[in-house]
């Protein structure tokens, strides 16, 4: 089987920040691997924009850099290349400053009437300044739009305040609020298995769905981003962005089309419809954690202190929380979200437990029944696995074992996965809002995540230290087990 590519009209990108971390690692490399799929049509250009001085030609070479280092050897023909870094141009420009835009100003004249998408990969501090300065000097067109990364804000306060300076100068509908897991294969694979199968969604609610876990492990630290980290902690830095995405994702009703507000209303019907958790019941409900020395596959690894560089701190590099969503599809089914850095394991996955038969028919030789769960993985390998009960194969009665049936998207189709950015930005070329977040979502999330914050820094408590390369503290343990349940193994086993 082979992937469809759908062609996209002529674009200028302007990617702020060009010369930064993410351009480099992801923004350029998934442009890169768009052109070579043949979807970015001639004409398109890409411009970077950052405060360092570079000629066009030395812009070109740390692209080519960042090709070299972030794309298959195998698909980097001489030919492709060519077409690649000869759409590259560069200005030097400061969000603080007048210098460097009357040349941007120049560049975009050339062609005014095609969509201009601009980038803003840099701190939500400059999404206000860089934004005003876009409309100040006439920059935006009917066919502009606007990308900002997360964070939107650490609090609903400075949310509405960033979502207020951007809306000054952008329209709501060419406001695009990316969060890079909603385009992963699977995640949108998660709207096709349940709104286009007769199986699932007859048994997708509280009858028949015993519980859902939610996780995100990272086997990496703070990785030299300690002082960013020490200001925003997990609960900010996945669970209000990528975690609650992937629960809207799992728990909205059925939309009553794909069409980008049909799907964004439900979620924010979702967000609205969460438990509140405050100082009343965030220590039953919430378990924050942070990581100390240990080993990773790489050999031993230092603690957060350590790479802080502080004595002590508050910040969690780990929450687990126990979710739970007021509505007649989900009451009473527990939502178990995890992430965490420095963990066992890189893994991004959504699990959904089944509940247990209401009778066996087999004797005790046949061995225990296992609930049937649906296991939705992200990275790495994604794919879909729905793990049943079957008959071990052989004579000498009947034995029940649990196997899964497995499909592994590069092993189904044969072919590589795009990029999640790759998909995004080609989403924003074409106006389709599906993937993104909207003001009203945000806003709602972080309605929800304000008062575990506030519980939290209320609390005396420090948080409860695991060493790296495991799972996290035993008390995330004991806040899933106290309700009869145990964090998913890829084997089927409890983790």
Do not use: C
């Given at each position: 089987m082979t992937t469809r590519t759908i062609p996209v009209s002529v674009f200028d990108l302007v990617v702020f920040g060009a010369t930064g971390d993410l351009s480099r690692r992801k923004l350029l490399p998934a442009l890169f691997h768009r052109d070579e799929q043949g979807q970015i049509p001639p004409g398109a250009r890409i411009i970077g924009v950052s405060r360092r001085s570079l000629s066009r030609v030395e812009f070109r070479a740390l692209a080519e850099k960042a090709i070299t280092d972030h794309v298959p050897k195998a698909l980097q023909t001489p030919e492709v290349c060519h077409r690649f870094l000869n759409r590259l141009d560069y200005v030097s420009a400061d969000a603080s400053r007048d210098d460097g835009w009357a040349d941007l100003e120049k560049l975009l004249a050339e062609a005014p009437d095609r969509i201009r998408v601009f980038y803003l990969a840099v701190g939500p501090d400059l999404f206000g300044p860089l934004c005003e300065r876009l409309g100040r000097h006439g920059l935006v067109t009917p066919q502009s739009r606007v990308v900002v990364e997360k964070p939107l804000g650490k609090d609903l306060a400075s949310a509405r305040a960033v979502n207020e300076a951007i809306g000054q100068v952008f329209r709501e509908q060419n406001i695009y609020r990316i969060d890079h897991y909603l385009g992963k294969e699977t995640v949108q694979n998660l709207m096709a298995l349940r709104f286009a199968n007769a199986l699932f969604e007859p048994v997708w609610n509280a009858a028949h769905i015993d519980h859902v876990q939610i996780t995100v492990a990272e086997t990496l630290g703070v990785e030299g981003r300690a002082g960013y980290y020490d200001t925003a902690g997990a609960l900010r830095d996945m669970v209000q962005n990528h975690i609650l995405q992937l629960l809207c994702l799992v728990a909205m009703e059925p939309p009553t089309s794909v069409d980008a507000d049909a799907v964004r209303d439900e979620k924010l019907k979702v967000l609205k419809s969460l438990?509140?958790?405050?100082?009343?019941?965030?220590?039953?409900?919430?378990?924050?954690?942070?990581?100390?020395?240990g080993a990773s596959g790489n050999g031993p690894v230092p603690g957060y202190l350590e790479e802080l560089g502080a004595p002590s701190s508050k910040t969690e590099t780990f929450v687990?929380?126990?979710?739970?969503?007021?509505?007649w599809r989900w009451a009473g089914v527990p939502f178990f979200l995890r992430t965490g850095k420095r963990l066992g394991a890189r893994l991004s996955e959504i699990v959904v437990g089944f509940k247990h038969i209401p009778h066996s028919v087999f004797d005790g030789t046949a061995g225990p029944i296992t609930e049937n769960r649906l296991v939705i993985r992200l990275q790495p390998d994604e794919g879909v696995r729905l793990w049943l009960m079957i008959k071990d194969p052989g004579p000498g009665g009947m034995r029940l074992q649990l196997v899964p049936l497995d499909m592994s998207f590069a092993k189904a189709f044969g072919v590589r996965n795009p990029d999640a950015y790759e998909r995004l930005l080609?989403?924003?070329?074409?106006?389709?809002?599906?993937?993104?977040?909207?003001?009203?979502?945000?806003?709602?999330?972080?309605?929800?995540?304000?008062?575990?914050?506030?519980?939290?820094?209320?609390?005396?408590?420090?948080?409860?230290?695991?060493?790296?390369?495991?799972?996290?503290?035993?008390?995330?343990?004991?806040?899933?087990?106290?309700?009869?349940?145990?964090?998913?193994?890829?084997?089927?086993?409890?983790?």
């Open positions: 438990k509140p958790i405050t100082d009343r019941n965030a220590a039953n409900v919430t378990v924050r954690g942070q990581y100390r020395a687990a929380i126990k979710a739970e969503i007021e509505n080609m989403d924003v070329v074409r106006g389709n809002q599906t993937l993104f977040m909207r003001r009203d979502e945000v806003e709602a999330a972080w309605s929800w995540i304000d008062p575990v914050l506030e519980a939290w820094a209320a609390s005396p408590d420090l948080p409860k230290t695991y060493t790296s390369g495991t799972w996290g503290p035993s008390a995330a343990v004991a806040l899933i087990e106290r309700e009869g349940r145990t964090w998913h193994d890829d084997d089927g086993d409890a983790r």
